[in-house]
């Protein structure tokens, strides 16, 4: 599929955006929940290359931290920030494609932001992103030896 075709899909999730109901589809394909250290990013789908602010930071924990909600298959769907606090609030939400393909929406920070991965051939080929204040955006992935 082409970029532009994600970046319309991208744009038409975000106009139709209900965080609430989007929380909801998403902790439904979570089986699994584990916690991860605050402000981690090694769980996050996305190649450091393809992520606004680059990190592979954090690790699991069994202390407080964050919580991060995982699929049947171990892909996270959920990440949480003070998860069972009256506070608690939704960070990424995840659901993905039978081909490794997903759709990521982030909600805090200068978001909401929904980005659209897609996987071709076994890897990571672009991602469109639509943001709010109508702010579009492409990263074509290119890889070489393997990366």
Same mark, same amino acid.
């Given at each position: 599929?082409?970029?532009?075709?994600?970046?319309?899909?991208?744009?038409?999730?975000?106009?139709?955006?209900?965080?609430?109901?989007?929380?909801?589809?998403?902790?439904?394909?979570?089986?699994?929940?584990?916690?991860?250290?605050?402000? $981690?990013?090694?769980?996050?789908?996305?190649?450091?290359?393809?992520?606004?602010?680059?990190?592979?930071?954090?690790?699991?924990?069994?202390?407080?931290?964050?919580?991060?909600?995982?699929?049947?298959?171990?892909?996270?769907?959920?990440?949480?920030?003070?998860?069972?606090?009256?506070?608690?609030?939704?960070?990424?939400?995840?659901?993905?494609?039978?081909?490794?393909?997903?759709?990521?929406?982030?909600?805090?920070? $200068?978001?909401?932001?929904?980005?659209?991965?897609?996987?071709?051939?076994?890897?990571?080929?672009?991602?469109?992103?639509? $943001? $709010?204040?109508?702010?579009?955006?492409?990263?074509?992935?290119?890889?070489?030896?393997?990366?």
């Amino acid at each position: 599929m082409a970029w532009q075709e994600d970046l319309d899909e991208a744009r038409a999730r975000l106009a139709g955006l209900d965080p609430d109901r989007a929380l909801a589809s998403a902790r439904a394909a979570a089986v699994t929940w584990r916690r991860v250290e605050s402000f $981690s990013a090694f769980f996050l789908p996305l190649p450091p290359v393809a992520q606004d602010v680059p990190s592979v930071g954090g690790a699991w924990t069994e202390d407080d931290g964050d919580g991060v909600g995982l699929d049947a298959a171990g892909r996270p769907v959920v990440h949480l920030l003070d998860p069972g606090e009256r506070w608690e609030r939704a960070k990424h939400l995840w659901w993905w494609d039978d081909d490794g393909s997903f759709v990521e929406l982030e909600l805090m920070g $200068s978001g909401p932001h929904v980005r659209r991965a897609r996987v071709v051939d076994g890897r990571l080929a672009h991602v469109a992103t639509a $943001s $709010s204040h109508d702010r579009l955006g492409v990263r074509l992935v290119t890889w070489r030896d393997g990366r």
